[in-house]
Each structure stands twice: as C-alpha cells, then as structure tokens.
C-alpha cells in the first residue's frame, strides 16, 4: 500500500515536471516573428494597420505585444494609438458561453490601462458585442489626438472608465456610460474670451451616458485657477467623430475677486464650437 501510495506521488511529479518542460520549450521555441506577422496581417484594412517591434507569449495562455502602433496608412507620421505595451489574454472559460471575452492590460503615454472586449466568436473576425476601458495616470501632452483636433494642446493626466454594449449584433450604437477626470493641466480655447486663452484647471470631473447615438452628459464641472464652468447637455454623435453636434448649457465663473457668474452655451461641432455668453 505504501509503495503504491509512493508511485502515485511519483506519477504525479512527473506529470508536472512534464507540463513545466513542456510550458518552457513553448515559451523558448514560440514562433514570435511568425505570429506578430499573422497578427498584423490579420488587423491590416484600408483604415487601420497595426504595428508592434516584437511579440512573445504571455503567461498563462496570452501574447504580449511591445511598442504597438495603430495608424492609418493615409497618416503614418500620425499614429490613432502608441503604447509600450500590450498584453492580450483570451479567457478561455468563455469557450462554452455565449460571448467570448478577451482580456487585456497595457502600459502608454507613462499610465497604465486595461480592459476586456467581449466577442461572439474567437475564430471568426466580428464586430465586438461589448467592452470595457479603464485607464490611470495618463500623461495628456503625450497624446496626439489624430482625428480629434478639438482636443489639441490639452494637458494634464487623465484616469476613467469606458463601458459599451451592443443589444444586437446589427446595432449601429451601443449604450454606455463614461467616466473621466482630469488633473493639473490646460486647454487652448478655440478663441479668447475677456482676454483669456487658456483654461488652466485644477480638476475637471465628466460623466455621461451613451444611448441611441448621443453621449449624454450629466455633469461637467472645471475647477480651474481663473475660471470654474459647470455644464450638462449632449453630443449627437456623427459618424466623423469631429462632426458630431454640440448642445451644452451651464454657468461661468471667474474665480478673481470680483465672483461674476455668466451663462454659457455651447454648440457648433467638435472640430468648430461655437461659445455664447450672457
């Protein structure tokens, strides 16, 4: 009994020393430069390309990519994305429910990120049915905003969260809610006002909901060393994301000795807004 007991106990390090060697010569013999290249190829389209410097796998059954760029190829120069780093690790438990996650995690612009993006299928490419991004010190002036002119010269560091789903595969919006705050940092205004060109804040907090094409926002508040702006109201959403309408309404304060409190509203679209004051 006692040297069967001792056989089992046998069998069973064997078997793990076999899935250690095993986990060893897969991560020493894994065909990196292939796979990055299968990958890249797989994500190339008339809009996107996808590049990183090298890829290797993950631990537990992931791949992790490094120095990974997302650019159009009409504007390389002008990359959408730049990250350090991006770890992508399929959850494989999923295999059996009706939306296959993935999750991932990264380092960019000196903050940190991560996430899961939920899928109908890992093998077949499909629009994702549902994501979530959260997201911590990122470094503002580090950003090149491509495609987001109205966000040029804004900086600060940056945390939040994103959250989407689609109802339906055919949905062309999904709902979701957003999160976002701002810290020590400036935005260029599209034109001066009372001899004021910038808005140095302190902090700025963002909350809204995204339904049916329109990011509803609850709350906008801006603390900022000469002006606090407090605003609420919506984006319709465009399919160029700059084209997107503007309507916000809320209260201006100059924050100097004199406390004068103004009404503003803002319209026009995010590559042109237009400011009134009353």
């Known amino acids: 009994m006692n040297r069967l007991r001792f056989l089992k106990k046998k069998a069973l390090w064997f078997t793990l020393y076999g899935m250690g060697i095993t986990a060893v010569f897969f991560y020493v013999l894994f065909p990196s430069e292939l796979a990055k290249q299968r990958l890249e190829d797989g994500m190339r389209s008339p809009a996107l390309e996808l590049k990183s410097t090298s890829l290797s796998p993950s631990l537990p059954f992931g791949i992790a990519l490094n120095h990974v760029t997302l650019f159009s190829p009409q504007s390389p120069d002008r990359p959408y994305f730049h990250g350090d780093r991006l770890d992508i690790q399929p959850s494989w438990w999923s295999f059996f429910s009706k939306r296959k996650n993935i999750r991932f995690s990264g380092r960019a612009y000196s903050g940190h990120f991560d996430g899961r993006v939920g899928l109908k299928?890992?093998?077949?490419?499909?629009?994702?049915?549902?994501?979530?991004?959260?997201?911590?010190?990122?470094?503002?002036?580090?950003?090149?905003?491509?495609?987001?002119?109205?966000?040029?010269?804004?900086?600060?560091?940056?945390?939040?969260?994103?959250?989407c789903v689609f109802a339906e595969a055919t949905d062309r919006y999904p709902t979701g809610n957003l999160s976002l705050y701002l810290t020590k940092g400036a935005?260029?205004?599209?034109?001066?006002?009372?001899?004021?060109?910038?808005?140095?804040?302190?902090?700025?907090?963002?909350y809204g909901q995204l339904k049916n094409g329109v990011l509803k926002l609850e709350k906008i508040e801006i603390?900022?060393?000469?002006?606090?702006?407090?605003?609420?109201?919506?984006i319709s959403l465009a399919g160029e994301v700059v084209n997107s309408t503007l309507n916000l309404k809320g209260v201006l304060e100059i924050t100097d000795k004199s406390k004068m409190k103004m009404n503003v509203t803002v319209g026009g679209t995010l590559a042109s807004p237009s400011f009134r004051y009353i």
Do not use: H, W
């Not at 935005?187 to 963002?206: H, K, M, N, W």
């Open 187 to 206: 935005y260029p205004l599209p034109e001066p006002f009372l001899g004021i060109s910038r808005i140095d804040f302190d902090r700025v907090e963002i």
């Open 121 to 163: 299928s890992f093998m077949l490419p499909s629009q994702p049915v549902e994501g979530r991004l959260n997201f911590s010190n990122m470094d503002l002036g580090k950003i090149g905003f491509t495609g987001a002119s109205f966000a040029k010269g804004l900086t600060g560091t940056a945390e939040g969260s994103f959250s």
């Open 223 to 234: 603390y900022g060393t000469q002006i606090n702006c407090f605003l609420s109201g919506d």
